[in-house]
């Protein structure tokens, strides 16, 4: 479990840990499964800015911003890259190995700048509506945990690497199915928690605490929709997943679920 831990922290955030004592395939998939706990710093920011927000200590566009900023540094911006890289890529043409080239490059064209700049532009604007109280701040934390699912969505077994090196060749295949419906089960049901307490932390109404255990449910299954719409539509144009359809995977799913705790929050 300790070298699983290792190996999640020290693939998906900026974290400095000590290498895994071993790496095999099922050391893989246990840190694929774990990498919604690996948010839990960049959670705990969300939460500090959205208390802020709350308290009128501080803007909420301003706060969306910054909550932006720290989960990019967290994760050295790898996974914005990878949604730059997978939007280059896949624009390149329908030939396999053109966009893998593509991809490989390292540079950013015009699609991958698009791709980040609307991306960011959409959780900034579902931020800033979610940060102005603890109910909102609880659907965006959760967006953001649910986000990572992508990751054991992406690895599931039957979905082959792109090319033979690299992060995809190393996680694919490594989650079972049902390791996968077990993991998501878990993190709807934790989502679930979160979104009663931040109702509640908003308001006595218990009609307003058991919507909002639903609608963050329902966003844990929006996110993972997202990974997977995601992860198909890659090996579909790429013949398998590679580290760059990971990222994308993770971006797309995160904006899909903060794209969900808006509409729940505003319902709610």
Do not use: K, Q
Not at 33 to 59: D, E, F, N, Q, R
Not at 112 to 129: P, T
Not at 207 to 214: E, K, N, P, Q, T
């Amino acid at each position: 479990m300790r070298d699983a831990w290792r190996f999640a922290l020290g693939t998906l955030t900026a974290l400095r840990v000590r290498p895994p004592r071993r790496v095999d395939r099922a050391l893989v998939g246990l840190a694929m499964v774990l990498a919604p706990v690996t948010t839990l710093p960049v959670a705990l920011a969300w939460v500090g800015l959205g208390l802020a927000v709350h308290a009128g200590l501080l803007p909420a566009p301003v706060a969306a911003v910054l909550a932006l900023l720290v989960a990019a540094l967290a994760s050295r911006a790898l996974h914005l890259d990878g949604l730059a890289d997978l939007a280059d890529g896949l624009t390149a043409g329908y030939d396999r190995r053109r966009s893998l080239e593509v991809m490989r490059r390292g540079d950013t064209g015009p699609a991958g700048a698009a791709a980040i700049v609307l991306v960011l532009l959409l959780d900034a604007a579902c931020l800033a509506l979610l940060f102005g109280d603890p109910a909102g701040t609880a659907l965006a934390v959760v967006a953001l945990a649910a986000s990572r699912l992508a990751c054991a969505a992406c690895a599931r077994d039957g979905i082959p690497p792109a090319r033979p090196e690299g992060l995809g060749e190393a996680v694919a295949g490594t989650v079972g199915r049902p390791r996968l419906v077990v993991t998501v089960s878990a993190v709807a049901v934790l989502a679930a928690v979160a979104g009663v307490a931040g109702a509640r932390l908003s308001g006595p109404s218990h009609h307003l605490s058991a919507g909002a255990a639903a609608w963050a449910a329902g966003e844990v299954l929006v996110a993972a929709g997202a990974a997977l719409a995601t992860r198909r539509h890659a090996v579909r144009r790429l013949g398998g997943i590679t580290g760059d359809v990971i990222g994308a995977a993770i971006e797309v799913s995160l904006a899909a679920a903060l794209v969900a705790a808006t509409i729940a929050r505003h319902h709610l």
